[in-house]
């Protein structure tokens, strides 16, 4: 069995358009949640979101591999490409090698939508031109990333809700493992286009407390109200350890678990035996014990019923160790399809530059949160092992531990 | 619309919408080995074409359409079959 390890990183988030940025807020516990209007114009319960900006490819990437890319797809072309620079990777390299990609990616609302617009209103599908078709498909990410960055091995999209990006990372992780294959682009990509969003703020999960966004996203505490919609992208380069060496590459992290369940139960809510099996899974899988976990990165998407399942989980499988464990989704509120694969990047850099990014918000626990050791302020520690969670609709869990190389 | 109009607003969006350079811009020029344009390109020249000439493009018209005179002759032609 192969070694598998991190590479590069890159991330283009509502909390920063690079590492540094997002480094620095995370440090900070800076939010990257505002007020959208055009929600709020077009009928939703909540304008809340995560605010992105959107980037200008014209000029970086030329106009036949722009035109298939999807809102969330640009996001992805530049979190690979400041994860491949990172990682040493060039060119030339990706068109001798067989470098895959894997990414967490679950819809792609606007080019659907908007195409489909197209047609009732001209009756003739000729009309459309020949980018929606590339961008409107869930594997809008994976088909154009292959294209841009010329990658020959395995390529194709996880669906897996909100957890995609993790089951992501987790299958790189096994390819990789296997000796399948040496080097697999990996991550996870959201869009926050109002149309990405209009059926889930139909469900009624999303906070409301519009009068003040930044306070919106409050993960494990008693006083949330639901979670704030968010975005962006990122990736992960995962690369066989024995490949890594012999490139002179950085080496990040170790992925050294994967631990994955479904629930078999409600759609929507989460329940604490699947979150249980994933975790333990994982540990397993890495052959660690529970006190060997340094820092837990939860899933907590400040949904009651979804908090409180993850706390009570958390809380049975490490009991009296209690790891420090924090939500990033309280600065970038939920990224969705990309968040399983952002959290590994947000994790991996408290772990290279030996903080703990804060719990933002958490102002008083319940009485299930109040069993776990979560972070308040941000902790100037050193941590070699964490775990990070991610769950989804239809009750898919991943649970994914990286650990630092001494 | 004349000759010289049409040519014009072709140029335009060649240059504007599939970033050619003004001087690849000859008439003899071929537009699939000199201009690069592929097949993909004209399924986008013909959403173009009916939002700057308002008329409908076949696909099967465009099967003769090798250079760039071919395809301002094209418009012209279909431009002035709608005047």
Redesign the interface.
Known sequence: MNRVVITGLGIYSCIGRNLDEVKDSLYHGRSGIGFMKERKDLGFRSALSGILEKPNL?GIL???LR?GLAEQGEYAYLSTLEALKNARIDNDYLQNHEAGIIFGNDSSSAAVIESTDIVREKK?T??????YIFQAMNSTVSMNLSVIFKLRGVNFTVSAACASGSHAIGLGYVFIKNGMQDMVVCGGAQEVNPFSMGSFDALSAFSVRESDPQKASRPFDKNRDGLVPSGGAATVILESYESAVKRGAPILGEVIGYGFSSNGEHISQSNIDGLHRAMQMSLKDANLKPEDIGYINAHATSTIHGDISEAIAIADVFGHHRPPVSSTKSMTGHECWMAGASEIVYSTLMMQNSFIAPNINFGEPDEYSEKLNIVKQTANQDFNVFLSNSFGFGGTNSSIIVKKIL | MNKEEIINKINVFLVEEFELEADQLKPEALLKSDLGIDSLDFVDIIVIIERTFGFKVKGEEMANVKTLQDFYDYVITRVNANA
């Open positions: 014209k030329d106009r036949r035109v003739d000729m009309l459309l031109g020949s980018g």
